[in-house]
């Protein structure tokens, strides 16, 4: 069975820090690009960071550039984002995604929820 199981969401204040982890099982991590996305209210899903497979290669929405950084590690089969610096623009429902392009395949998780706010 397939599973994505983003964690470690939560309430910050503008400036603040959060790491989310996205713990994958049900398939072979390693061969998959994976995604962050997020969605905030009223607003279509749009694409945070992607990270390869290997981990070698890392591609950034401007919106959080310098701010954020996407990484994974396939022995423990997790992807991670760190967000600094974090703004109410960045409160949201942020999602993990993995793709296997050639395959046709996307999984998504569940979703946690990141709230920026004083």
């Known amino acids: 069975q397939v599973q994505l199981v983003e964690s470690g969401g939560g309430l910050v204040q503008p400036g603040g820090s959060l790491r989310l982890s996205c713990d994958a099982s049900?398939?072979?991590?390693?061969?998959?690009?994976m995604n962050w996305f997020r969605q905030a209210p009223g607003k279509e899903r749009e694409l945070v960071a992607t990270?390869?497979?290997?981990?070698?290669?890392?591609n950034y929405a401007d919106f959080v550039k310098g701010r954020f950084t996407i990484s994974r590690d396939n022995a423990k089969k997790t992807v991670y984002l760190q967000m600094n610096s974090l703004e109410p623009a960045d409160t949201a429902v942020y999602y993990c995604?993995?793709?296997?392009?050639?395959?046709?395949?996307?999984?998504w998780g569940q979703g946690t929820q990141v709230t920026v706010s004083s």
């Open positions: 995604n993995a793709v296997l392009r050639i395959a046709g395949i996307s999984y």
């Open positions: 049900g398939f072979f991590f390693p061969d998959y690009t």
């Open positions: 990270i390869s497979s290997t981990g070698y290669s890392t």
